[in-house]
T-cell receptor, first 110, second 112 residues
Framework: RKEVEQDPGPFNVPEGATVAFNCTYSNSASQSFFWYRQDCRKEPKLLMS???SGNEDGRFTAQLNRASQYISLLIRDSKLSDSATYLCVVIIQGAQKLVFGQGTRLTINP | EAGVAQSPRYKIIEKRQSVAFWCNPISGHATLYWYQQILGQGPKLLIQ????????DSQLPKDRFSAERLKGVDSTLKIQPAKLEDSAVYLC??????????FGPGTRLTVL
């Protein structure tokens, strides 16, 4: 079983729609969680951290469910510029290294 | 602030040849990472340095891959000899702590 699993998509949604995707992790010792964004043929960049209490940044909301071992990302009022691959990232306690999921590809259509 | 620099940006070689990639991290970042990203997959950590010491190289194919960070700043990653399955983007990243990593633009390697 992969340490971090994501639905690779692709997700194709119309502009203005709300879209959500999940990421599951297998190691219960995972301590920190992030969403990174990667544009086509570009490097990954941090989108947001995911806190136990959940967090919101504009149109983006990230949540953590430790009991079920998943994190989620919700994008409201999606824009064309949101088209990208969204990478779920987990830090394993003690290992101090980032483990990336394979990414979920999102395309926003006009 | 200057970001993570990598060179070359693109490299095409034939199998069994050798290749080397260079990375200059953000100034002051003690931790440096090399990732391999195969098309359609997330980045896979190859090696992590803390200053000039190796923290994790458990996923580095040591029979053909090597990396060094001699003075705790720049780093080089070498593949010798290359195989077809090494075709990927090689990403270098650096961080001040262990959380947010800043990635370089990557080196796209094609092995023919």
């Amino acid at each position: 079983r992969k340490e971090v699993e994501q639905d690779p998509g692709p997700f194709n949604v119309p502009e203005g729609a709300t879209v959500a995707f999940n990421c599951t992790y297998s190691n219960s010792a995972s301590q920190s969680f992030f969403w990174y964004r990667q544009d086509c043929r570009k490097e990954p960049k941090l989108l947001m951290s995911v806190y136990s209490s959940g967090n919101e940044d504009g149109r983006f909301t990230a949540q953590l469910n430790r009991a079920s071992q998943y994190i989620s990302l919700l994008i409201r009022d999606s824009k064309l510029s949101d088209s990208a691959t969204y990478l779920c990232v987990v830090i394993i306690q003690g290992a101090q290294k980032l483990v990336f999921g394979q990414g979920t590809r999102l395309t926003i259509n006009p | 602030e200057a970001g993570v620099a990598q060179s070359p940006r693109y490299k095409i070689i034939e199998k069994r040849q050798s290749v080397a990639f260079w990375c200059n991290p953000i100034s002051g970042h003690a931790t440096l990472y090399w990732y391999q990203q195969i098309l359609g997959q997330g980045p896979k950590l190859l090696i992590q340095f803390q200053n000039n010491g190796v923290v994790d190289d458990s996923q580095l194919p040591k029979d053909r891959f090597s990396a060094e960070r001699l003075k705790g700043v720049d780093s080089t990653l070498k593949i010798q000899p290359a195989k077809l399955e090494d075709s990927a983007v090689y990403l270098c990243a650096s961080s001040f702590g262990v959380n947010e990593q800043f990635f370089g633009p990557g080196t796209r390697l094609t092995v023919l």
